[in-house]
C-alpha cells in the first residue's frame, strides 16, 4: 500500500518523503557523527521525522496507520500543524474525513 501510495503521488508530480527514506538518513549521520555502527534511538528517528513532516503540504496514512506508535505521533503533528491528511484504504482508494465541525448544532 506503501508503495502505491507514493507511486501515486509522485505520478501527480507531488514530492514524496517516506518515512522510511528519512530513518535510513538518520542512521547513516549517526553511523558518520560517531564512526560505529549504533542504531539511532527512537526518540532520533521521530525527531528527524517530525521535522521532515513540518515541511510537507499534505500526509497520507496507509492502512493500519493506528497500530504504529509513530504514525500516530505524525498524525497527532499533522492536525497541530494543519498539514492536510489523506487515509488510503486496503484497496488503495484515498479518502479524507469531513472537518469537525465548530460547534454542534442545535
Known sequence: ARTSAMLTAEHEGWEVINPFHVAGHVHKRKMEETG??????????MRADI????????????????????CKEEMRECWWR??????MREDGQLFTLPPKPLHSPH
Do not use: K, M
Request: aromatic share 14%; charged share 20%; net charge negative.
Open 36 to 45: 560505529r555502527l549504533d542504531r539511532p534511538t527512537y526518540e532520533e528517528y
Open 51 to 70: 521535522e521532515a513532516l513540518s515541511n510537507c503540504q499534505l500526509a497520507i496514512f496507509c492502512p493500519g496507520w493506528h497500530t504504529s506508535d509513530g
Open 82 to 87: 494543519g498539514i492536510e491528511v489523506i487515509f
